[in-house]
């Protein structure tokens, strides 16, 4: 293809400012913010599948900052400081994609989550239900008043079975994950940003005050580039602290006279279900097999797959007929720091990743972090 190209073509398809190479939720708001800071920026996007790879258009559609059991594993590692910061750049990112796209485009609605304890879990329920006050008023300043909450009368109105405990999160919302990248891809278009699919990027090769990226359609050109890649960024910048982790997914048929509304976390969030038009989609159970699912490969595993299936069963819809229409994968992104990477690689690359499993919370606020270490490099 690189041989056959015109005149025409190499002149006004492949120089540009800066390219951003993925286009996931990231990769778009970075294209966004450098549009929308510096206007006569001329910007592309590359994105190697013919829809955004990795998670960004399969992930659950929860628009959370963190179940309880959850925050409670990550104040381990960041203190109460470095966990109230994070669950600040959380609800930022979600505020942010709302004043962007708005609500409607993107489906946002607070039905609040839910956190299940089954009978056998008696220690992990005690400790989080101590924790419930220190977390609403470590969240209050953050985001308001009285977030959780023990909420156990409801268990009844869903009908679980075998569930001892719920603990409520009143500002916890789901979104519709295809309207909202459909919304960021419109919205990137109508201002200007060049978005090219089915073009994997194969090096990058960065120079004195340029770089140069090659693909297979041709060797495009730019000042500077930012990969946001996520899970596959180990392929264009080896050595960073990226391990994909893959999370499988299930969506059932419509269900008559469906009870479940809100967004659900299991098992310290390993396991997360919400209502979606009338369904039920189930996700997770990646830590019955880490080491299976620490892979770039999209599919599903048998083991993984009957878990979530006998969940449905016994404990989400144990009453209820139901039918399983569809399974997909999505490839998340995890290291040892909750934090995402966002940093100056190597001259003029630059790259945002690892969400740790909150992209649709942190992917906003990320990618204009790393818009504005551009902007200021430029």
């Given at each position: ?55 960004s258009?399969?992930?659950?559609g ?57 009978k ?73 940003i ?102 770039t ?27 399983i229409?569809?399974?997909w994968?999505?490839?998340?992104a ?45």
């Open positions: 293809m690189a041989n056959a190209l015109s005149y025409w073509e190499k002149a006004s398809f492949f120089n540009y400012d800066v390219i951003i190479i993925g286009s996931g939720i990231v990769g778009l708001n970075a294209a966004i913010h450098l549009k929308n800071s510096s206007p006569s920026l001329k910007i592309a996007v590359l994105e190697s599948g013919f829809l955004p790879s990795g998670a258009t399969k992930n659950a929860f628009a959370c900052f963190g179940s309880l059991s959850e925050l409670i594993e990550q104040e381990k590692i960041c203190g109460e400081s470095g966990l109230a910061m994070l669950i600040e750049k959380r609800w930022k990112g979600l505020l942010k994609l709302r004043s962007l796209l708005d609500d409607k485009s993107i489906d946002y609605q607070v039905l609040g989550g839910y956190e299940l304890f089954k056998s879990a008696v220690d992990l329920t005690e400790q989080c239900v101590s924790k419930i006050e220190h977390f609403n008023q470590l969240i209050a300043p953050i985001i308001g008043l009285n977030a959780f909450d023990l909420k156990n009368e409801r268990i009844r109105n869903f009908g679980f079975k075998g569930v001892e405990s719920l603990i409520y999160n009143q500002y916890e919302a789901q979104i519709d994950t295809g309207k909202m990248m459909f919304a960021l891809l419109q919205y990137a278009q109508q201002v200007g060049t978005i090219f699919n089915n073009c994997k990027v194969e090096e990058i090769i960065s120079e004195n005050s340029a770089v140069l990226i090659k693909t297979k359609e041709g060797n495009f050109e730019c000042k500077k580039t930012i990969v946001t890649t996520n899970a596959f960024i180990n392929t264009l910048i080896p050595d960073l602290d990226v391990t994909p982790g893959r999370g499988q997914v299930l969506i059932t048929k419509p269900i008559k006279n469906l009870k479940l509304k809100g967004t659900f976390h299991y098992d310290k969030g390993y396991y997360y279900f919400r209502n979606i038009n009338g369904r039920v989609l189930l996700g997770g159970g990646r830590n019955l097999d880490f080491k299976t699912e620490e892979t490969e999209f599919g599903q595993t048998e083991k993984i797959q009957f878990a979530l299936e006998n969940l449905l069963h016994e404990v989400i819809l144990p009453e209820t007929d139901f039918e229409e569809q399974h994968s999505g490839i998340m995890f290291g040892k720091q909750l934090e995402p990477i966002i940093t100056e690689a190597r001259p003029n690359v630059f790259c945002a990743v690892r969400c740790n499993g909150m992209g649709v919370a942190m992917g906003s606020q990320t990618g204009a972090d790393v818009a504005e270490l551009v902007l200021n490099s430029l």
